[in-house]
């Protein structure tokens, strides 16, 4: 289901991932690897993507997740994992740094410089309060950044006035959704090839169901995403709205090269397996299911066991929603993954990001340009600096006007051959 991109750190989900884990504490460790203590140069976004790659057998091996933070700090936890297995992990990525202060001197204090070890089983508490700090300490920088970014004059978000999201309006919601025909909130949106300065061509068009119409429709004074939960919820119910749709249409238009942004709930769900049925053959390998990196990320394992039932289906898979500064950490190869669809930022078309996106160029030449789209294209300047960094594909309100001033042109008539005078 399409949504909005998260507003959730990755701070926020560590926490969130902490406090559930206070039932579920048997066997659990964690390590917290102070990369923000490396000097700049040394913590850019090639050096945090082989920090990940480095603990990823880890992950896969131990139950494990690992979470980056703002600060660019890293937490590792796992499960029924021996202090050698993590600390074989921890040396490589520390030799990795070796040239850095920070690694430097006696071994001991070297390694307490460097990473901070916690037995999450018999020491709960004083994780939690660990987590709980690193989150306080990442809104307090956000409102410094604001406060700054006050002072200079730079514009700020507008305010939401709305009140949150009840659980009693949910229920009234999804029982309206149940009842009714939600077709006419249902959106399309083409994903095009754009090359140079030639017209796009659609390859596929994204489904979704437009929250901001349905909000506007039904509860226009109700922030419906106020509320994690219940906004998961929602989404859980517009996926199977959409796919029971699907399963029905008689709109040609339908039947296959579209793409779904769906919950990784949704796709081992009965509605999902139900919908596959009514597919056509030979259609499946047209569709793209789009999943979000929150999502993924917080279940990884949930995530793993989804893509190869999606693949073994015959589908492709999109990592949506990944923005500039997280795309350098994806590894499609080694991911599972078939595409991955970055956010486009204006930061990108600074001269204080020259450096940022030749690397995101680099990137986009390792993953493969086929490989990658981007999203939220809402003016040419994202065409003109996506092109400068090898991309192709493109989506978003400049692509759909583009698109439409094609379905509207009109070529003049043809002027009837002159004829030619006779000659003798």
Known sequence: MQNAESPYSQAYLLLDYTQR?????????????????????????????????????????????????RSTDMVFICKDAKISDIDDAVMRLRFLFSEDPLTQGPDEEAMARFCTWYN????????????????????????????????????????????????????????YLQRTDVSSVLRRQHICVVVG???????????YISIADLAESMLPD?????????????????????????????????FSSFSLNLNIS???????????????????????????????????NAFMF????????????????VSMNFFNMIDREKMGIDLIKMVWSPDLMTEGHRIHRDEIAEHVKETGKARIIMSRCDTPAAIRVGQSMGITMYQGRHIDQLMQKQRSYTPPPKRPPRRRALTR
């Open 197 to 207: 300065a030639n017209p796009p061509q659609s390859i596929v068009k994204e489904l």
């Open 222 to 254: 109700v922030n419906l995403a106020s509320n994690r939960w219940l906004f998961q919820h929602l989404t859980q119910t517009l996926d199977t709205r959409m796919l029971r749709m699907l399963g029905r249409a008689d709109d040609s238009d339908l």
């Open 21 to 69: 884990l206070e039932r579920h504490r048997e066997g659990r460790r964690a390590v917290h690897i102070h990369l923000s203590r490396l000097k700049p140069q040394n913590r850019r976004e090639q050096h945090i993507r082989v920090a990940v790659n480095t603990f990823e057998e880890t992950v896969a091996q131990f139950d494990g997740q690992v979470f980056v933070l």
């Open 306 to 321: 989804a893509r190869d039932f999606i693949h073994e289906k015959g589908y492709r898979l999109c990592l949506d929603g």
């Open 120 to 175: 999450i089983e018999t020491g709960y508490q004083s994780f939690l309060a660990a987590t709980e700090r690193l989150y306080e300490e990442e809104q307090a920088r956000d409102r410094r950044l604001a406060a700054a970014a006050a002072e200079a004059g730079m514009p700020q978000e507008q305010e939401d006035d709305r009140r949150p999201l009840t659980p009693e309006q949910l229920g009234k919601l999804e029982g």
């Open 266 to 300: 949704t796709l081992l769900s009965p509605e999902f397996i139900e919908f596959d049925s009514s597919l056509r053959t030979g259609s499946r390998g047209t569709i793209i299911i789009e999943v979000q990196p929150t999502e993924v990320f917080a279940d990884y």
